[in-house]
């Protein structure tokens, strides 16, 4: 399994422009999540997905947008860039087993810089 | 969501133990203790997770307090790999609000010293 693979790794954006942030996974799990952290913070949740076609907003998620068509995917949409979402951004899946969501896999994160 | 208190900072010397402490003093009873770390560059990943009884894996054991009211995570022997972010953080088992979502707060960043 590759688990939570995050394209790209690295990306700069002038203010206005958009982009899609694309997070997969491959261990059938129903739960996505998005992530940002910015320079020595802790993360904060801006999106997150309990199944395909249901998604609902976390702590932070004014100027992004998700959508969940298939399992595997969950891509990030930002709509014209600022430059405070500079950050790094993560994408996480979490299986449910026996009623329980316990652990979550974390991807390698996606570096955004608005310039 | 029930908040969680760690030290900004620890140290430890190498194949020392180190003991990790989180306070959560509004900890509801259906609420899970997870733990996670982040090394250098690199997203978080899974330590270890408890809701009554101490744990224990082949990373870390955590030992919670009777009353639940804090938590500390044990690294047997720190190596210069555990150097990290610690975070400590409750998650809701049940119901609803049972979604997996993780609000993380600053953590502990632990020193390891050859």
């Known amino acids: 399994n590759a688990g939570v693979t995050q394209t790209p790794k690295f990306r700069i954006l002038k203010i206005g422009q958009s982009m899609t942030l694309q997070c997969t996974q491959d261990?059938?799990?129903?739960?996505m999540y998005w992530y940002r952290q910015d320079p020595g913070m802790g993360l904060k949740l801006i999106y997150y997905?309990?199944?395909?076609?249901?998604?609902d907003k976390g702590e932070v998620p004014n100027g992004y947008n998700v959508s969940r068509s298939t399992t595997e995917d969950f891509p990030l949409r930002l709509e014209l860039a600022a430059p405070s979402q500079t950050s790094v951004y993560f994408c996480?899946?979490?299986?449910?087993?026996?009623?329980?969501?316990?652990?979550?896999?974390f991807g390698q994160g996606t570096r955004l810089t608005v310039v | 969501d029930a908040k969680t208190t760690q030290p900004n900072s620890m140290e430890s010397n190498e194949e020392e133990p180190v003991h990790l402490p989180c306070n959560h003093s509004?900890?509801?009873?259906?609420?899970?203790i997870h733990w996670y770390r982040q090394l250098p560059s690199q997203g978080p990943e899974y330590v270890i997770h408890?809701?009554?009884s101490n744990v224990n894996n082949r990373m870390a054991s955590l030992a919670i307090a009777e009353d639940r009211k804090s938590s500390t995570l044990i690294l047997h022997r720190a190596t210069l790999r555990d150097a990290a972010v610690y975070y400590c953080?409750?998650?809701?088992?049940?119901?609803?609000?049972?979604?997996?979502?993780?609000?993380f707060g600053q953590g502990t960043t632990l020193q390891v010293k050859p």
């Open positions: 996480a899946s979490s299986p449910r087993t026996g009623g329980l969501i316990t652990e979550a896999f």
């Open positions: 261990m059938n799990h129903n739960y």
């Open positions: 509004t900890i509801s009873g259906t609420d899970y």
């Open positions: 408890g809701l009554t």
């Open positions: 953080i409750l998650s809701p088992t049940f119901g609803s609000s049972n979604t997996g979502k993780l609000i």
């Open positions: 997905s309990v199944g395909a076609g249901i998604t």
